[in-house]
């Protein structure tokens, strides 16, 4: 079972990180994912981590200003998220899945991300 936190409201230009906690002990064994669902989209990619944290993939409109990183000593995995623009108004997922680019599922609840202009 995976927990998202950390969400809020902040003004565009800010920073803000947000947390995905897995439950179980196999948490290690898999790559994770941060998914963001908009009342006009559904669930769109923003970034991967692999297992090992050694590999990172993320979506165009995030390069650069978004960082996924894991401890898997903590079970978490985190989302910093930098000059933050209003697009990125969405609830944020993180799912699981066996390899970077593979299918991801178990999603937690999500947490609400909104930027004001």
Known sequence: QLVESGGGLVQAGDSLTISCVGSG??????AVGWFRRTPEKE????????????STDYADSVRGRF?????????TVW????????????????????WLRGEYSNWGQGTQVTVSS
């Open 25 to 30: 002990r196999f948490f290690s064994a898999y």
């Open 67 to 75: 960082t996924i990183s894991r401890d898997n000593t903590k079970n």
């Open 79 to 98: 989302l910093q998220m930098d000059s933050l623009k209003p697009e990125d108004t969405a609830v944020y997922y993180c799912g699981s899945a066996g």
């Open 43 to 54: 669930r769109d990619f923003v970034a991967a981590i692999s297992v090992s944290g050694g």
